[in-house]
């Protein structure tokens, strides 16, 4: 087990009903809130209506940041941190998934800073000051609720970039499963794939040594209750327990948990989807799914070993041979993404194979910045090649 | 799942060399510690020597508490609370395992409050103040290091009493794998069923409702990770990977993740098990070996179903009956602590089966405090003669 350091102090209310006590929570850090949320699905879900009694009640001023779009904008940021700023909000409430929450992240620590917040992202400057964050979440997914990250795009280059900081981590986040009762199919979907591709890329970090037994048992046991979750969900989407299994699955999928103890962990995968999703109109999750396996397949070929104890601790496989059993591991992840109705190919996502260039000019600037520096140009093409 | 709140705020630096760190931790916090630790083993291991030094280099000053027992006793707190007082420390250190930790925990809270600290233990009065706490862990088994929770034995009266508030619940725990090392066969013995305890406790907790896919997996993963652990320990003192996956799984099973989602937990082994270890001079986790798998016995005559799921998801027992399948995993279990040499009947304990009248009676009153009112004396007295 490698060195490590673990805090994550983010309180978590769990469970139906406790929507109701955001107002409490808010009331705790501020008077004012600045209440950031995204298009029409909390106003259908009842969620909007939910938080906003419970903060009348609570006797706290609202300021409204309606419309975060998925992949959320820098502007929509700055838009948050001009209101923040001129209404002197003391609190950011995020009533959304990781886009409204990384957005919400971003205004608390540029409300405070007296430079572009941009620069955070290109790790110019460092976040020392952020208004305290709450949380109210909608969708599972990127685990935001209790991590220290968010991810930003800038609208001029469509650069899909990241910043960490204790700071801006959420101090309460409120998670109500029956919030996911309206979740459509196809984002359950996409859900899934993204928190099951947070886990593989720790996962897949430690394919030197191989041996992280604690972590890997942690993450078969939070994939293996997801993935039933997910299929439960499909079938029946008012089923409490699965949207609850689902919901605290993802979180602990990647809040650090999965992570500590396997040193440096690279997001390769999300580093060349950013790119998908900046240039085209494709869901993050769909992205991935599209991805995974083409970079699963790509990353075997070099060191199979890690791969094939996937596909036989968890898959189920039997084969004695590393670079067979690794196949037949991918395959069955595929097989799973198609079975819940995720592409799994370029051309299934809607997306030109001719643009693989163009994709990977894209993705080597962002594996610059995230110090991926084995990703060039040509390695991002060969790897987008296997996701044909 | 049930609701739940989940918050964990303890930082954990992990890993070979992080000892040196402490004295920096301790500066952040104050100018004045009181060092509390054990007997002599932290002399020997050479922890006392990293501890003083890093200490010394912060130029923090240092005021000694020596001389903590296994099953810590109110009066020594009440010693380090009068130390704490008189030398105006800021920070309260512990320097061991859970009896340290908790020793340090009531002194903690009781140098900040006016009346006897034994009324936090009994619940007439609750923790509104306290120094801060930070651990340096030298014996992996209570999660005391990450969890808000402390044990104390009153000495006039034999009464092992629990209290638990966020107040006490150390800042910054320090986990190096190689203080482990010097660990005796037995204590490492001890120290992994006080683990599984504390882990089978929560999980038999749900034998109503019996669906706990998350929680259920993520006990078998320590569960699993530690059994091996403890094998390659006993095998290899030094293997340090074996030492890691031991220390961050014991401190996983026990600080609230486990739990969280399962509804009230109640511990009514710990609680017999406190019986033994006040009145007789055994190991707790000595104690706790005797004390499971007759509980486990007796539980599941009631209601097999839990137990029988225990014994196929985890012990892999085939038997479709569940009463039989139950029986087999308790064998399963029992027959591991044998083999790790830990007593599995109160005769291998050194206990007169004839004393489990006495047993009874000192347990009752803790039940009564604990609140596990179906533990009256005649139950208890059944218990008991499931562990002859």
Request: glycine fraction near 8%; include cysteine; charge should be neutral.
């Amino acid at each position: 087990m490698q060195n490590f350091v673990f805090e994550n102090p983010t309180k978590i209310l769990f469970g139906k009903g406790s929507i109701a006590k955001i107002g409490s929570e808010v009331k705790r850090l501020g008077n004012r809130v600045l209440m950031v949320y995204g298009m029409g699905s909390v106003r259908t879900s009842g969620v909007y209506e939910q938080v906003l009694n419970s903060l009348k009640e609570s006797g706290v001023d609202i300021v409204e940041l309606p419309g975060v779009k998925s992949n959320p904008l820098l502007s929509k940021a700055k838009e948050g941190i001009e209101l923040a700023r001129s209404k002197k909000v003391d609190v950011v409430l995020a009533v959304g998934g990781g886009s409204v929450i990384d957005t919400a992240k971003t205004i608390a620590a540029g409300a405070r800073a007296d430079h572009d917040p941009w620069e955070f992202f290109v790790y110019t400057k460092l976040v020392k000051e952020a208004l305290p964050v709450l949380v109210v979440l909608t969708l599972s997914a990127s685990a935001s609720e209790m991590n220290a990250a968010a991810v930003i795009t800038k609208d001029e280059t469509c650069q899909k970039f990241s910043v960490r900081s204790p700071l801006i981590q959420p101090k309460t986040s409120i998670l109500d499963p029956e919030v996911l009762f309206t979740l459509t199919p196809s984002y359950t979907a996409y859900s899934a794939v993204d928190i099951i591709t947070h886990m593989l890329e720790g996962y897949f970090t430690n394919s030197e040594t191989g041996e992280s037994p604690l972590q890997d048992r942690m993450i078969y046991a939070f994939m293996r209750t997801l993935m039933e979750a997910t299929e439960k969900s499909l079938a029946n989407p008012k089923d409490y327990d699965a949207r609850a299994n689902f919901m605290w699955s993802g979180t602990l999928a990647f809040n650090g948990l999965t992570t500590a103890g396997m040193g440096v962990v690279g997001f390769p995968v999300h580093m060349i989807e950013h790119s998908l999703s900046a240039l085209y109109d494709i869901a993050h999750g769909a992205g991935l799914s599209i991805m995974l396996p083409g970079w699963m397949a790509w990353s075997a070929k070099k060191n199979p070993a890690r791969f094939a104890r996937l596909a036989r601790e968890f898959f189920g496989v039997a084969e004695t041979d590393d670079a067979k059993a690794a196949a037949a591991g991918i395959a069955k992840l595929k097989g799973w993404f198609g079975s819940i109705k995720s592409p799994v190919s370029l051309k299934e996502g809607g997306i030109p194979e001719g643009d693989i260039e163009k994709i990977a000019d894209n993705a080597v600037e962002l594996a610059r910045t995230w110090k991926l520096k084995d990703y060039t140009k040509e390695v991002i093409v060969d790897v987008l090649n296997h996701c044909r």
